[in-house]
C-alpha cells in the first residue's frame, strides 16, 4: 500500500492508494477543507435528434435534456462535507452522457491494453488515471466513423455529472434516502440511513447490474469513483451557469464512489479528488459527447 502525501496550498490532504481491504484500499480522503473521508436499451445508430445512440464501438449514450438543479449538499444532509455548499447551477446545453461506465471490453478495443484489477470484459475498467480516461476520449474520437461524425468525447464536468447522476432528485441517492449495498455496488457493512448492514462485493461488479436512474443511466452511485474534467476548488456559491471548475489545480475531481466506499460517500454530491497520474482499483470513468457534432 502507497501513502501520497499532497499539499495543495492551505490544504493537506492524504492519500491511501491500494487494493486490499475496505476504506484503506480506497482514497477516501480526509482533510480540513472538508474533501472527506438489466441492461434494457436497444438504441439506433443516433443522431444529435436521438434520446438514445450507439456509436461504432457499440457504447451506449442517452440524452441528457438542459436544465437547472441544486447542486450540492443540504445543510442536515447526514454525511455532509463543508465542500458541499448548496448552490443553483444552469445547463444550457442537452449532451448525451454513456449510460454505463466504460467497460473493459470498450478500454481494451480503443486503446488496446486491460490494465484493471478485477478482470470481466463487461465490468467497468479501472486502475485507469485521469490522464489515461483523457487519451481514451481522444483516441476514441480519432476513430474513422467518429471522425466522420465530428463526434468529440470528453469527461463529464463535475456538474453535469452530478445532474445526471440525481435525474430530477434532490435525495442523497437518485433512488431516495437510503443505501446499504443492495441498490448499489458499495461497502454496504457501513449503510446509510436506517437501512441494515448489507452486501460489500470486495470488486466491481458487471455494469448494468443495478438499477438505473430515472434517465437511464446505470452505476451513478457506487463500482467505481468516476474521473470528471474539472480541476477540484470550492464552489462559487453564486448562480452558475455551465460551470467548467477553476482553470488550474493540483488534483483532479471524481464522482460516484466505487464498490469499496462507505455509503455516504456514494452520495450524489459527495466530491472525491486523485492526482492526474494515479492508478487505482476504484478509479474508473464514463464518456460525454456534447450535442455539437
Known sequence: MKTW????????????????SAENKSKEIASSKGISNSKRFASSKGNANSKEMTNSIGMKLVRIPKGKFMMGSREREVGREDNETQHEVILTKDFYLGIYEVTQAEYEKVMGNNPSEFKGASTPVEMVSWNDASEFCKKL??????KKAGRVYRLPTEAQWEYACRAGTTTPFHFGNELNGTQANCNGAEPYGTEAKGPYLEKTSAVGSYPPNAWGL???HGNVDEWCSDWYGEYLVTRNTDPQGPQKGEVRVLRG????FHSKNCRASFRNVDVLGNRNCDNGFRVLLPLDF
Open 5 to 20: 502525501h499532497l499539499f495543495l496550498l492551505p490544504l493537506i490532504a492524504e492519500f491511501i492508494i491500494g487494493c486490499g
Open 218 to 220: 446505470y452505476d451513478m
Open 141 to 146: 474520437s480519432d476513430f474513422p466513423e467518429e
Open 257 to 260: 464512489g466505487s464498490w469499496n
